[in-house]
């Protein structure tokens, strides 16, 4: 098993950045493919980008080129770097963790509340 705890959301002015830490407890920290997901108030929660057990990375169209996704498995932590911050941005956002060969992301952190004033 694997718990997650995310950290670093704040409020924001558009067009700046922040950087989102999820840290994750356990073991076998780099066995499992981490996702970052978000969901703002009276939406469906979307998916914003990935990262595999050996660094792949994927991103959503509304994000990509603005939102870099990273991994220290000595740390046992992934980052979402955001730069170039909408208010369209404004959600909270969350980690995830999926055992690789599964489809399934199985663990889920609490999430962190990004706000982007325009």
């Known amino acids: 098993q694997v718990q997650l705890v995310e950290s670093g959301g704040g409020l924001v002015q558009a067009g700046g950045s922040l950087r989102l830490s999820c840290a994750a407890s356990?073991?076998?920290?780099?066995?499992?493919?981490m996702g970052w997901f978000r969901q703002a108030p009276g939406k469906e929660r979307q998916f914003v980008g990935s990262?595999?057990?050996?660094?792949?990375?994927a991103y959503a169209d509304y994000v990509k080129g603005r939102f870099t996704i990273s991994r220290d498995n000595a740390k046992n932590t992934v980052y979402l770097q955001m730069h170039n911050l909408k208010p369209e941005d404004t959600a909270v956002y969350y980690c995830?963790?999926?055992?690789?060969?599964?489809?399934?992301?199985?663990?889920w952190g609490q999430g962190t509340q990004v706000t982007v004033s325009s």
């Open positions: 356990g073991r076998s920290f780099s066995r499992y493919d």
């Open positions: 990262i595999t057990s050996i660094g792949n990375t």
């Open positions: 995830a963790a999926r055992e690789v060969g599964r489809l399934e992301y199985g663990y």
